[in-house]
């Protein structure tokens, strides 16, 4: 007699394993290690010195539109809406206040319209991501 319990009759270990939860997961292991190197370039002494002009504000852009599509692709539950938005640009305000407090550093700013620059470039790059195959499911139901 058994009680109905074989064992080709249990769930393996890859039945319920999800893709999706796998790879949200590692983005927001990349959105988190983005953000740390972020703050860490923006509080050691000596940072990177782009020789282009303006090159501090176009790194800026650059980072927070890398910023703002982690946050996005890390909750792909919702749209990139207020939430989101908050986070990215809130620690674009976190970085300036800690540079504040730092004898090495200065807040500018200036710095947060270019993080603010970035992000909206992200958004605007929304529409045309989604056409793009390997990540359109993002936006998929």
């Known amino acids: 007699m058994h009680n109905g319990f074989y064992r080709f009759d249990r769930p393996s270990f890859h039945e319920g394993y ?8 590692a983005v927001r292991l990349l959105f988190i290690a983005a953000m740390s190197f972020i703050m860490y370039e923006a509080t050691i002494p000596k940072p990177f ?5 303006n090159g501090d504000k176009l790194l800026h852009a650059l980072a927070f539109f890398s910023l703002s599509m982690l946050a996005d692709f890390s909750f792909p539950g919702s749209g990139f809406g207020f939430m989101k938005v908050l986070l990215v640009i809130g620690f674009g305000f976190l970085i300036e206040y800690v540079q504040s407090f730092l004898p090495w550093r200065s807040s ?16 605007l790059v929304i529409p045309l991501l989604r056409q793009l195959p390997l990540i359109r499911r993002r ?3």
């Open 108 to 123: 500018d700013f200036a710095d947060i319209l270019a993080d603010g620059a970035g992000l909206f470039v992200y958004i």
């Open 139 to 141: 936006w998929a139901n």
């Open 49 to 53: 010195d782009p020789q282009v002009s």
């Open 18 to 25: 999800s893709l999706r939860k796998t790879i949200t997961f």
